[in-house]
Structure formats: C-alpha cells, structure tokens
C-alpha cells in the first residue's frame, strides 16, 4: 500500500482478504471532504484539501470552497506520466446573486490556472451547492469563477466574483521566519569525528541554514569495513535465479562484498555475495526452509515482507524471535500461500543493513498458467537508491539512525544494484516487469515513454480488473506487476519523473532520472500478443473474494490509529528549520531537496508514534487481541500538526487487507 501524507485512511484487516481494487474517484453523495466545520480530531486536514474562495468588492456574502479529492488510480496517488499531482476538484458556492442581476450574463464558470494564469482552463458553468468539476494537474494553482453569456464559452470574457489560491501556493515564505533563502555554493565539508555532509541537488537553490552550520547528527559515523583492504573482500555478484520447490532448504549467508560504483570501491553488504539477493522462484503453496548465517558485525534477522506465515518466522526481533547476533544462525519455515512478488529484508537496523544491500525477490508461482495472462518473457526488477558523497558513501549512525523525520533520500537510483539498466526486446514484444521498491523513502514514478502499459497485478495480487496506465507509483516497499509492449524499434528509457520541490525558491521542478534503456529491435516478437495484450480482463475469483466482505465497508470502525511525531530534543534552530514548509505538505516527499535537514535528525531526537486515541497507548504498549479469521475494520490518521509530517506507508504483518476509503472517499 502505498504512502500517504496528512490523510484519513480506513482498511479492513482479515486472515484472507483480497487484493484491493484500484483507487475510485469520489461517488455522488459522498460525504465532502470540506464540511463548515468538524471538531473531529481525525477529520481530513482541512488547510491542505480545502481551496476558500473569496468575493469580490460588491459581492461580501458570496462565498465558495473547493474540495481537492481523489482522482481513480491503481495506485496509493494519481499522477500524470511527468510527476504532477492530480485533485478531483468539487466546488460548493453559497449566496451568489443571479448571474443576471450582475449584467448580460446567463450562468456562472469555473476555471483554473497557474500563477501566470495562462493556460486558463475552462473547469464548466457552476452555481448554487456542489458540483463535480473534474481532475486537474497543476502544481499550484488559482481558481476563479465569473459570469459568463454562456456555459460554453472558450476563454473568459465576464467579471469574476470569486477567486481562491490552492493550498500549495502557502508553501516556503521564509520570510515568516526571518530567513532570507539566497543562491550561493553549498558547502561539502568534513565534519566532526569522520562526518561528510550529503551533497546538495546541483538543480535547486541552497537553503541558508542559520544555527546549524557546521553541525553533524548526534551519532558516530559508521561505514562497513572500516580498517579492512576493499580489494581483501570478494567483489559483489549479480543476483543469480533460484528455483526452489517444497522442502527444500535456501541457504542464505548476510556478509560484505566490495562494489565498484562511479569510479570508487565501496563496501557494502550482501546476501550470498549478490546484489539484490538470489532471486527465488518457488510454487505457490511450497514451503521452503531457509538457513540463515549472519556473517556481518551487526545483529540481525530476515522479514519475508507481504507473505502470510507463522509468525515465529516472520523475523522482527525482540517480537517474533531473538536477534541473529554476529556469527549466529537462524532456520526459517516459510510457506508461500499467495502467488504474487514479494522480499526479504532486515527488520533489524533496515537504515543501514538494508539500504547497503541486503534485500532479494521472491516470486511465487499460480499453478494457474494463465494466472497473470500472455507475455513473452518476465523481469523481476528491484529499485533503490543510495547515498553518495565526493569521498565515497554517506556514513550511517552507529548508535541510532540518522535520517529520522524525512528519510535517506540516495542521489544514484539503481535497478537490480546497478545505475543503468539494459535491456533487449524485439518489436511487439510483451514484457512483464515485476517492480519492487527497496529503498529507504524514495517514491518512484516511473514510465516508458513510446510503449503502452499496464498495471495487472499489486502486492497482494491481481487486482479486479486491469487498467492502462502511464506511469507507476510506487512507494518504499510496494510491489506492481506491469506488463508493457513495445511496439516501435528504438530505444524507450525506463524514467522517473516527478515534480520535487525547491524550498529555497518557493517552486516545483521537473526531476527526470533515466533509470535504464529498453532497446527495441526491428525483428518483430512471436507470437504475435496484440489482441491479447489490448484487452483488459477482468477477474471474478477476485471479485467473490472482495464480494464476502462487503457488509463490512459501512461500519464503524473497530479500531484506530494516530501516526505522529515526537520531539525529544532537537536544538531550537533545527525545529526552526523543519517548520519552515509547515504551512503546505505535498502530498508526496518525491526527492531530497533538503539533504541537511533530512540528514541531522536521529533517532534519539525524534520518536514517530502510533497512538490509539481511544485509551492513549502509544507503540508497543497498545495491546489488540483477535482470534483466527477475524475481520477487523482499521482507521490510520496522518497527523498534520507533527513536526514535520510527511506521507508514510502502512504494512501489517502477516496479513491481506482491503484499503476502503481515503479521507472519507470510498475506494
């Protein structure tokens, strides 16, 4: 599932609930998302999804408001190919006179525009109460409405009477603060006791940073292989295919290899020597013994993310099992109940030991051969980035995790461990890419421009129907199964493109990363899949799955959950620093722009917290106890007055579940 920021999130939790259906767009009758006011403490944030609009001179009892809500997507976030968020935009006006009494004029319009305002786009005729006016793509934007002689009218030509600015348009006045923002070189220095500051995007404007110059994370750096030769350690290894079948036993050893990334040896970590890890293939419903030997100076385990097994395997130290210290050993039992793509990673000190290398696949096979529909061949494609400086890695705390409010965004983005991605097809032919995102926060938003695409499958497995998209989003942990055809010779780029914000400059920018090649010979694919590959099915074993819950959706919820954040100490200047986009969140944090601010924060500075707010427990001092087969309904909250709230991924161990709706929305 993937993440969302500063919005009400409703699921239902059972042993076997289905795959969740694509995102749907806000039905009539909704309840809106904007009401005059709701004392609730886990209403929608208001500021961020509510556009005031305010009347002219002449027209002070008119008044509008214009909801930003949920536009269809299979994915936790719609987005056009090139980043830009999209707002299914509803608008409710009060006390407007007739458009009559105001002049020649027969309706009221809507309309909408960037800053400039130009393009001025027609949204249509508006007028007492709600109406639906439809998406919109605009990073920040304006929305008017005028009267016009006519409903249709191309351009505006009448007088406004009300005009309103969205939520994005708050963003970065640091001039509320006293901070003046000024370009200039931003400096790469040593810090204290081996610190390296992460380097700056070259693309946006240095942020000035008063109190905090100089500082580095209350933490000692760490890199792996400190005082070892790299050329002492065996070099990394591509990751090699697995094909496993029931009982037999995968022997998997987490150890330090050495890597040659942008001209420089690095030591990282890996499973087996590879990176990613050795890809297992296994049938569905096999179970398969893992032995696991730690052969890295850190205590650690393995988490079989999105499989249901028995939780004493599901590897989360201090919960499910002790931790595999230096040297030691573990033995997994793992059965793969559901087809799908799923990993495995630490649960242990993720920040570092994952991030540096220890992740694999796992891809587990319907006995259906019609599962997943034709394709003529299938990639299994791992995303991640890491962090880099001049002199090498970025180190990582010893003592705690650096990074803790925003994430360790990484600067060279990697497919399958390596930073430029190659493949060869043939005209026509269908290629079926299980993506999966290892990295650390990064939300991917990826597309291949020239080829038709489609998204068939989630983490969980097919969806309902399938659904041609442009792009795919897709947050840390989050598993799609796409399959693309490429019907032109040439050469098509695997690109993430998103708008990443500059907060030294108050704007959007486009960010385009070319993440890898697809070279399309002109030899044509057989068999030829165009019919196949143009028609969208639909399943109906999915649908009697989804179908048995449905006298669930409309209850209350049993539970619910307030994701939070915690200062326990920060120096004033940092909080000072980390408020300074408090007036708008974006939806998504799509790239570092702020590697400083994202970097000081540690773990022992910051808590995030899950608090229930029926008895105020927070973490692991709320104690829920169901039995086997119990449907249960869940409400998570994003709190938007945290420190620095930002959107955040919800996964529950061991379990399938439902995503019903979103901020109030019905999906």
Known sequence: MTRVRNRILSLLLGVACAAASPLGAQADGAPPLCPAADPAATAPSRDLYCLELVPVPGLRRASGTVELG???????????ADGRHLYDLSITLRDLPPPESLGPYTTYVAWAAPPLLEPMLR??????????????????????????????????????????????????????????????PHAHHAGEGGWTMPPMDPRVVPMPMPGVEGAVPAATPYLPGRGIDPASLPAERPRELLDLTDGDTLRLEAGLVRRRLRGRDLVVFAFNGQQPGPLVRVPQ?????????????????IHWHGIRL???????????????????????RVRFRDAGIYWYHPH???????????????????????YYGPAHREEILMLDDLLLGEAGLVPYGRERATHAVMGRFGNVLLVNGEP?????????????????????????????????????????????????????????????VVDVRFDAAGEHPLLNRVQALDHGADRFFAAEDTLGVVRVSADAAAPDLADAFGRLRAHADVSREVERYRPHFDRAPDLELVLTLQNLGLSFALERLL???????????????????????????VRWVLREPATGRENEAIEWRFRVGDVVKLRFHNDRAALHAMQHPMHVHGQRFLVLAVNGVPV
């Open 579 to 605: 408020l300074l986009d408090s007036p708008y969140f974006n939806p998504v944090e799509w790239s570092g722009t702020m590697p400083m601010m994202d970097w000081l924060p540690t773990t022992g500075e």
């Open 123 to 184: 949204l249509g005729a508006v007028g007492p109460g709600r109406t639906r006016l439809g998406p919109v793509a605009l990073n920040k934007f304006l929305v008017f409405v005028s009267a016009e002689p006519s409903a249709d009218v191309p351009r505006r030509t009448g007088p406004l009477v009300l005009r309103g600015t969205s939520p994005s348009m708050r963003m970065g006045d640091t001039h509320l603060l006293g901070i003046e923002s000024a370009p200039g």
């Open 70 to 80: 949920t536009v269809p997507s299979p994915f936790g976030v719609a987005l056009t």
């Open 310 to 332: 028995d939780n004493a395997f599901d590897g989360v130290p201090h919960l499910t099992q002790a931790l595999v210290e230096p040297g030691g050993r573990f033995l997994y």
């Open 285 to 301: 419903d096999a179970t398969v013994f893992v032995d696991f030997r730690n052969a890295t100076e850190w205590p650690t385990a």
């Open 420 to 480: 430029r991605y190659r493949l060869d097809a043939r005209r026509g032919e269908v290629v079926r890419f299980h993506l999966t995102n290892a990295s650390n926060v990064r939300v991917f938003n990826l597309s291949f421009p020239g080829a038709r695409m489609k998204v068939i499958a989630s983490d969980v497995g097919r969806f309902e129907r399938e659904e041609w998209v442009e792009s795919v989003a897709i947050s840390p942990a989050e598993r799609y």
């Open 348 to 370: 242990h000190r993720a920040d570092l030991l994952q991030d540096l290398g220890l992740a694999g696949n796992i891809l587990v096979r319907s006995p259906d051969p019609g």
